[in-house]
């Protein structure tokens, strides 16, 4: 089955620690596929700290500081009630009920 078809997937959240920084949220896979090396201009299929990306058009680069899974839960619904401030403020791209959340802090780098 491809991963577009399915009625959930993981939530991604790219942010800069800044409080005015950037942020992005998706469950988009097709949106996640325009995340990419800095390096070598490929789609990211895997993130580690310390690699450098960009959100494709922009090629602003970004360094992965830290990552953290979050919301791990029994039920899914859990996730759908209340405000989660560490999440943005919209989701980007087609919206599907997240099974749980991967937190990836980034740094622009100057």
Request: aromatic share 10%; charged share 30%.
């Amino acid at each position: 089955m491809k991963i577009k078809d399915l009625n959930f997937y993981v939530k991604f959240v790219f942010s800069t620690i800044a409080e005015n920084g950037e942020c992005h949220s998706t469950t988009d896979r097709e949106l996640l596929m325009c995340i990419k090396s800095f390096k070598t201009d490929k789609s990211m299929v895997n993130y580690d700290i310390g690699d450098e990306i960009y959100f494709d058009p922009i090629k602003t680069p970004y360094k992965i500081t830290n990552i953290v899974i979050r919301r791990l839960v029994e039920d899914t619904d859990i996730l759908k009630i209340g405000f989660d401030p560490s999440d943005c403020a919209n989701q980007e791209g087609e919206h599907k009920d997240a099974l749980f959340i991967i937190h990836i802090t980034i740094e622009k780098i100057l």
